[in-house]
């Protein structure tokens, strides 16, 4: 088997540090460099139940999208949520290693594996890595239908692609518009609208967005826009890195077993939907 310091080197093949944002948190969170990894299991969030599972199946290594500590702290105490995680992975020997915006920006990265989950076949990075010259890494994805469809079939197609949640997909948009491309960001994307208008796609595909910023967007025949829950987004990343770390296992003849998470940790747990006409409101003539 090899050691935790053997399979962190190889993660950060796929991942480097020196890639994620300077306002980031990610690499080995806790674990000893020495100890033994024989089981791995990927998750978007080093949540409670997250540890718990890694503890069930017997993990040695956690590895999550999400970091646990992004703005940094002075006690990993069992008083609060994050420090319990801490304790719980220390105490049965489980590592925690985060990979995030190094991880976003890969080749392939998380909005690769998202526009595969939807159907889409990509044609090159939203925001292009200026410090790489082939021009595959980058923020987010563009991509392309094998062929063109309404907005409502393409909401149809990408809510079946993704995991379910309780929010599901929100659509702005005219159902019947016809979509061929489609730019995608796992995550929280609606920073990046100058740059979807810019690449011209008929449809962006994020998460999180906000009320101004998808109103402004959609006016002026701006792209029709589908918003997930920012989990969904990113979980179809863990099924892609496991296949990844599958893969380098392999040539090395490591005994690795990985796992991924199917727990939904999204933090929305119930769609109450409107039983009037939204665009009505409430006590408003019709």
């Known amino acids: 088997m090899p050691k935790l310091s053997d399979v962190i080197a190889a993660l950060e093949t796929l991942w480097p540090a020196e890639r994620a944002e300077q306002w980031d948190a990610v690499g080995l969170v806790c674990g000893d460099p020495d100890a033994e990894v024989s089981r791995v299991l990927f998750a978007v969030d080093p949540v409670r139940e997250t540890a718990e599972e890694a503890v069930r199946i017997g993990a040695d290594l956690l590895v999550t999208h999400h970091p646990l500590y992004l703005r940094g702290t002075t006690t990993v105490a069992a008083t609060g949520f994050k420090g319990r995680v801490v304790h719980d992975l220390i105490k049965h020997d489980i590592a925690l290693h985060v990979a995030h915006t190094n991880a976003d920006r890969a080749d392939p990265g998380v909005s690769d594996a998202l526009a595969a989950a939807v159907g889409l076949r990509i044609t090159g990075p939203l925001v292009p890595d200026a410090t790489d010259p082939a021009g595959r890494r980058g923020l987010g994805r563009i991509g392309e239908?094998?062929?063109?469809?309404?907005?409502?079939?393409?909401?149809?197609?990408?809510?079946?692609?993704?995991?379910?949640?309780?929010?599901?997909?929100?659509?702005?948009?005219?159902?019947?518009?016809?979509?061929?491309?489609?730019?995608?960001?796992?995550?929280?994307?609606?920073?990046?609208?100058?740059?979807?208008?810019?690449?011209?796609?008929?449809?962006?595909?994020?998460?999180?967005?906000?009320?101004?910023?998808?109103?402004?967007?959609?006016?002026?025949?701006?792209?029709?826009?589908?918003?997930?829950?920012?989990?969904?987004?990113?979980?179809?990343?863990?099924?892609?890195?496991?296949?990844?770390?599958?893969?380098?296992?392999?040539?090395?003849?490591?005994?690795?077993?990985?796992?991924v998470s199917r727990r939904v940790t999204d933090p929305w747990t119930l769609h109450a939907p409107s039983p009037i006409d939204p665009h009505t409101p409430s006590g408003a003539p019709s």
């Open 145 to 259: 239908l094998p062929a063109p469809l309404t907005l409502a079939e393409f909401a149809a197609q990408a809510a079946a692609g993704l995991p379910a949640t309780a929010t599901g997909l929100r659509v702005a948009g005219d159902p019947e518009r016809t979509i061929r491309t489609v730019a995608v960001c796992g995550g929280s994307g609606d920073s990046l609208f100058d740059e979807v208008r810019r690449a011209g796609v008929d449809a962006y595909l994020t998460a999180d967005l906000r009320h101004h910023p998808a109103s402004e967007a959609c006016q002026h025949g701006g792209p029709a826009l589908l918003d997930a829950a920012h989990w969904a987004t990113e979980w179809p990343w863990c099924e892609q890195a496991a296949g990844q770390l599958d893969e380098i296992s392999d040539r090395h003849g490591w005994a690795l077993r990985t796992h």
